[in-house]
């Protein structure tokens, strides 16, 4: 029987599976209908409803630049000129270049606020990189500490023995371990391009305080281990990664790995 998620198949597209689960920031920016299932879960809706939050104020940003390149061309006061020499007249073009300029600052400012917002729709904005060795039953990762960081590409990928995406359904502390058993409901597989409806691995307790039910999280767990070597936890972490990861899985599959 085969999982409900989205998988990707050998040319590194979405498989054409039903019941695939749409990312909140997505359907707020596409304006896409939210199915019952959606409606239903509010660790979606709550993205849902901050995503619609933060694209109504890009909105107002976006509404001012406009507004102020339809204004007219601001005009300074005159001001007297001494009696004893003239002064040359600026040249229009020389006000022209100053107002783009001004725009150009403007709009830069506007660019720089709508990434600060994509940021904050999904936590910190970029990808944690864990331990990269288990310990016994296995050393939980630890972002930024302690542990070999990764730079993705086709050589990780064909190292992993696991790359999944979904939402958390579960963290459960392993009584005198340290460690929490997670579990995730699986929403797009990477590799194997299909997997179980939902997988578990482990994390070091209290590793990051964001992996909890409802979360939206990514995970690439290397061949032989449980624990994440690499994580990332809401929307503006997982992008970035689901693009180099969907980038880069063709040729993954034609790479040695070369680990150890």
């Known amino acids: 029987m085969s999982a409900d998620h989205e998988r990707y198949d ?64 601001p005009r300074p006061a005159p001001r007297p000129r001494p009696a004893e020499r003239r002064r040359r007249r600026a040249h229009p073009g020389v006000r022209a270049l100053g107002l783009a300029g001004a725009l150009a600052a403007a709009f830069a400012g506007a660019v720089f606020g709508i990434g600060w917002l994509l940021a904050a729709n999904g936590g910190s904005g970029a990808m944690s990189n864990g331990a990269s060795a288990d310990k016994a039953a296995g050393a939980a990762s630890s972002p930024g500490r302690g542990g070999e960081e ?21 963290v459960r502390q392993l009584a005198g371990s340290g460690e929490e058993r997670v579990t995730l409901r699986v929403t797009r597989a990477y590799k194997p391009a299909k997997t179980a409806a939902e997988v578990e691995f482990l994390f070091g307790a209290g590793t990051d305080a964001r992996v909890r039910t409802g979360a939206r999280l990514l995970v690439g767990i290397p061949d032989g281990r449980q624990v994440p070597d690499r994580y990332a936890v809401g929307e503006a972490e997982i992008a970035p ?8 899985l063709p040729e993954s599959r034609t790479t040695t790995c070369q680990d150890g």
């Open 10 to 73: 050998d040319r590194g597209g979405p498989g054409d599976q039903d019941g695939v689960e749409t990312d909140a920031l997505f359907a707020v920016l596409y304006d896409e209908s939210l199915s019952a299932g959606q409606l239903a879960d509010p660790a979606f809706m709550a993205e849902h409803r901050a995503a619609t939050a933060d694209l109504a104020l890009l909105r107002a940003h976006l509404t001012g630049i406009g507004d102020a390149l339809a204004g007219p061309d």
């Open 150 to 170: 990764h730079d993705g590409g086709p050589g990780y990928l064909a190292c992993a023995r696991l790359v999944v995406e979904g939402t958390v359904t579960g």
């Open 241 to 248: 990664e689901r693009t180099w990861i969907v980038r880069d």
